[in-house]
């Protein structure tokens, strides 16, 4: 079964000061990755994805996303946090065999707040 | 363009009562998906539907059941509810293979 798992429930940072939040995941094959933002009272909102290719992955709002297979790890950067990024982010993942793996497992969330 | 709609936003039953959720995907998408979101944890996937057909189901009850229409709108229906079933259920429409799954903002379901 795959699964995900973000090891930090929380992730203060400065304004200003880079940001990692960090996800691994365990899947059989070569993995989708995904990360999501949610904020408060919404739905997940779209960051970036990881398929096949360059490692570092570049999404919206300034974020990328470092893809290290040997580590099976994807940890969401940013060069230089703002408040308005304050929020909840998931990492998701999804395999590419057939059936279930074909769906995608989100991990428990992290809730980043960024200080003024 | 209208992203994902999800209707109601906030629904409020009592045990045993049964509820019907419904999805509009963003034009031009086929799949849909939905998941349930407990207070402080990630979305758990409960079913997907691409052409009508349903493609997938999560570790959920048989009290759970979906279907997708012709026009690609999509119901959740959930019988008997109980108090674990007070979650966000979110919907997700995508274009299918490998593009990334669409959002709606949720229904809000508080069970009595």
């Known amino acids: 079964a795959q699964s995900v798992a973000q090891p930090e429930d929380q992730v203060n940072v400065a304004e200003g000061n880079p940001l990692t939040v960090k996800c691994t995941y365990s899947v059989s094959g070569n993995p989708y990755l995904f990360w999501y933002v949610q904020y408060p009272n919404r739905g997940l909102q779209f960051l970036l994805k990881?398929?096949?290719?360059?490692?570092l992955v570049k999404g919206s709002y300034g974020f990328e996303a470092e893809f290290n297979k040997s580590q099976t790890s994807f940890h969401l950067k940013k060069p230089s946090a703002l408040v308005s990024d304050s929020a909840l982010y998931f990492c998701a993942v999804r395999g590419l065999s057939s059936g279930s793996a074909r769906q995608l497992t989100f991990g428990s969330g992290t809730q980043l707040t960024v200080l003024p | 363009d209208a992203g994902v709609t999800q209707s109601p936003t906030h629904l409020i039953k009592t045990r045993g009562q049964q509820v019907t959720l419904r999805c509009s995907p963003i034009?031009?998408?086929?799949?849909v998906s939905w998941y349930q979101q407990v207070l402080g944890q990630g979305p758990q996937f409960i079913f997907q539907?691409?052409?009508?057909?349903?493609?997938g189901r999560g570790n959920f009850p048989d009290r759970f059941s979906a279907r997708q229409f012709p026009n690609y709108s999509s119901e959740l229906n959930v019988n008997a509810l109980l108090l674990g079933d007070s979650a966000l259920y979110l919907c997700a429409s995508s274009l299918g293979g490998n593009q990334p799954q669409h959002f709606g903002d949720g229904t809000r379901l508080s069970i009595l």
């Open positions: 539907y691409y052409e009508k057909e349903e493609r």
């Open positions: 034009s031009g998408h086929k799949s």
């Open positions: 990881y398929i096949t290719g360059d490692n």
